[in-house]
C-alpha cells in the first residue's frame, strides 16, 4: 500500500462543515471537535493511500466493508486499542452518514460495517470509609494551610456532588456563596442542577477564609499557589499523596470520587434516571454501568461471607 495522501480541497472543506455543524448544531464541546477532527482526518488519509488517490465527494460512495475493515486493521496494527477504535469509528460513520445526506449518497455498505467488541472495564469507587479517610488525610497533609484546606474543598466536592475535576475547576468567584445546588455546565455543553451538601459548602468557606487571594466574580475559585487557575495536575499529585499515606490502590484517583458519588447513591436506593441527571451522561447506558459494579460488590461478599464458600 502507498503512503497517505494529503486531504483534497474538497474533502478538507466537507470535513470543516461537519465540524461546524457537530458544534453549532449539536453542541460538542472544543476538545470533542479535535478528536473528530483526527480521527476522521486519520480516516481520509488512510483512504488516500489505501486508493491509492485521494478520497473524495465524487468517489467515496464506492466505500464498502472492505476498506472499513482494512482501516480498522490498520489501526489496529499501529496499537490502537479496541476502545479507542471504537470511538474512532464511531466518529468516523458520523462523518460518513454526513455525506450521504449532504451529498445524496449511499453510504450504507460502509455503514453497515461492524465495529470490534470490547469489555467495559467496571469503575472502582472507593468504599465510604476510604472516601472519609482520604477527604480527612488531604485536609491535613500539606504543610501550608490554606493549600491543604483548598484540596480538601475541591476533593469534597467531587464526592459529594460527583462533578468531573474539570468541572470543580472551572467555578468561579460568581459560583460563590453556593446555595444548596450548584449549575453546572460538563460535557457536550450540556448543563445540570448538582446537589451542594453542607459539608462541602464548609469546606469551601474554610479554604476561602485560609485562601491570601480575593475572589472576584470573574476570578478562579480555586487558586493555584502563585494565584491562577488551580491545574488538575496538582490536585492529581496530591490525591497519590494521600492514597499513599492511607494504602490505597492506585485506582484511588480524584475521578473515582465522581465513581464514588454514584455508586453509594445507587447503593442508598437512588435510580439510575436521577444517577445520569446528576453525573450529567448523555446516555443512560454510560450511568448503567454503575449496575455493573453494585452486582460485582454483592458477589464479593458473597463469595468471602457465605458459609459454603
Known sequence: MSAPLALAPAMADSLARWLEAQEAL???????????????????????????????????????QPDMRAFAAAERGRGLSPRSLARRLSAVRGFLRWM??????????????????????????????????????TASQHPEPWIAARDAAVLTLLYGSGLRISEALSLTGADWPMGETLRIKGKGGRER??????????????????????????????????GGALAGGVLRRAMVQSRQALGLPPSATPHALRHSFATHLLAAGGDLRTIQELLGHARLSTTQIYTGVDDARLAEIYRSAHPRS
Do not use: K, M
Not at 449539536?26 to 479535535?34: C, L, M, Q, V
Not at 476522521?40 to 465527494?57: H, I, N, S
Not at 485562601?211 to 478562579?220: G, I, L
Open 100 to 137: 450521504a445526506d449532504s451529498h445524496g449518497l449511499d453510504l450504507s455498505p460502509a455503514l453497515s460495517a461492524r465495529g470490534p467488541r470490547f469489555a467495559r472495564s467496571l469503575p472502582r469507587p472507593l468504599a465510604r470509609e476510604q472516601a472519609r479517610e482520604l477527604l480527612d488525610q
Open 193 to 226: 442542577i448538582v446537589p451542594v451538601l453542607p459539608i462541602a459548602r464548609a469546606a469551601i468557606a474554610d479554604y476561602l477564609r485560609q485562601s491570601p487571594f480575593e475572589t472576584p466574580r470573574e476570578a478562579p475559585l480555586f487558586r493555584g499557589a502563585r
Open 26 to 64: 449539536r453542541g460538542r464541546a472544543a476538545h470533542t471537535i479535535t478528536a473528530y477532527r483526527d480521527d476522521v482526518t486519520a480516516f481520509l488519509a488512510f483512504l488516500g493511500g489505501y486508493w491509492a488517490e485521494p478520497a473524495l465527494p465524487s468517489n467515496i460512495s464506492r466505500l464498502g
